[in-house]
């Protein structure tokens, strides 16, 4: 018999995987304890590896019987500067170093930086931040082929550290060789978003849809500064949005972080789209079973802004404990879901509905909700908009996402409050608040004589024609 599970939460959990969870068991595990997405992270792992994953993970889903959305997080352009004769050196602060396009292996003095569009774009001032932002270097001396920085903050550089340049818009495109190559095997596997890291502009994001063509959603993760100028732009061509701390951290000043989370997760929330916040969420979790007092107030303080979903890296990746990291999340997920602090900031935070029928129908739906003490608000969905236009209303009861569509079920696994269920067609409000009535009570979220709330779109079948509501008693 299918286990029927339902989560007792509304924000999300996103887990990765890696050499500590790509098994079956640990994979079933996770889903049971609490992830409902799972991250490929395509810096890491063969092709081969992949693949299974998303075997697996589709075997899991079938056991369950419940759809699990698949982020395939590609790579984007790693600045790296090249290799030391003795693998490391040690920088002063104030002394000068050249960064140059010569191979040979570099000293004290200068070495190799073998990406020519950063001596194009910057400029004398700029500032250069290697190995995640441990050292810092300011531009002195342009030319073609080298720049000459005063190093600021010093320090050890070994082999291969990655470059950040807060300062400047570089000519590369998000996508690499290697990501493309990357999309064009995974997209015809069934994933069901793309993770498009190095965003700067709009067009970055406008190319991933374009190589996407529908087979997945694109979520833009925020890690450059140079995105954060662009956001409107950046967010209305997105389908979701990470909060990409890691990066972000490196090039903006640690104390602008999360005042830039909370101004993302705002504006993701204005547009009704998901939005995960992600990275260093329980790190300590890779070593230890239980995360530090300052981890757990980040992930609640996630909670508390409204976040759709917040995700594990590391933790569940590559680190010793990836259930309990998992289960933590859960839970403290859980506990700040029953504080009333959080009901009154979550309602003091909804946006005010879009002028339009179909907002209209979804700030009714969980008005009349909450008036009637339903137990469920039902979302007929075709594409998926009906769900997302309700569960942009935070409602104070769960969401049912019902859909004829398993791709669009598993999309709405990252939806804040949605339970998506895939269901026969409809062709009636009559057959669908039946339906809705049926499917409420089968995956336990009312009983006999309990009030729902039926949302959909006439006619059925068409996406974004959400147009009607009704009160059905069970």
Known sequence: MTERLRRH??????????????TPEMLAALFQTGADVFRLNFSHGSHENHAKSVEMIRA????????????????????RVGQFQSGRVQLQAGQNFTLDMNPAPGDTRRVCLPHPEIFAAAEIGATLLLDDGKLRLRVTRKRDDHLLTEIMNGGVLSDRKGVNIPDVVLPIPALTKKDLSDLDFVLPLGIDYIGLSFVQRPEDVAQAKQIAARRALVMTKLEKPQALDNLNEILALSDAVMVARGDLGVELPPEDVPIAQ????????????????????????ITSPAPTRAEASDVAAAVFDGADAVMLSAESAAGQYPREAVNMMDRIIARVERDSDWRTGIDAKRPAPEKSSADAIAAAA?????????????????SGSTALRVA???????????????????????????????????????????????????????????????????????????NALRVATV
């Not at 899991?60 to 600045?79: M, Y």
């Not at 969980?366 to 075709?382: E, P």
């Not at 009570?441 to 009312?446: K, N």
Request: charged content about 20%; glycine content about 8%.
């Open 9 to 22: 939460r509304r924000t999300k959990i996103i887990a990765t995987i890696g050499p500590a969870s790509s």
């Open 60 to 79: 899991v889903e079938k056991k369950f019987g419940r759809p699990i959305g698949i982020l395939a997080d590609v790579q984007g352009p790693k600045l």
């Open 262 to 285: 909370k101004r993302i997760i705002r504006a993701a929330q204005m547009r009704g789209m998901p939005v995960v916040v992600a990275t260093q969420m329980l790190e300590s979790m």
């Open 366 to 382: 969980v008005q009349v909700a909450h008036t009637i003490g339903a137990q469920a608000i039902v979302a007929f969905t075709a």
């Open 392 to 466: 942009r209303e935070k409602p104070d009861c769960p969401v049912i996402g019902l859909t004829t569509s398993l791709t669009v079920a598993r999309r709405m696994a990252a939806v804040w409050g949605v339970h998506a269920s895939v269901t026969e067609e409809v062709h009636s409000m009559t057959e669908a608040t039946a339906n809705a009535v049926k499917m409420a009570r089968l995956e336990g979220f009312a009983k006999k004589g309990d009030e729902i709330v039926v949302v959909a779109g006439v006619p059925f079948g068409q996406a974004g024609t959400t």
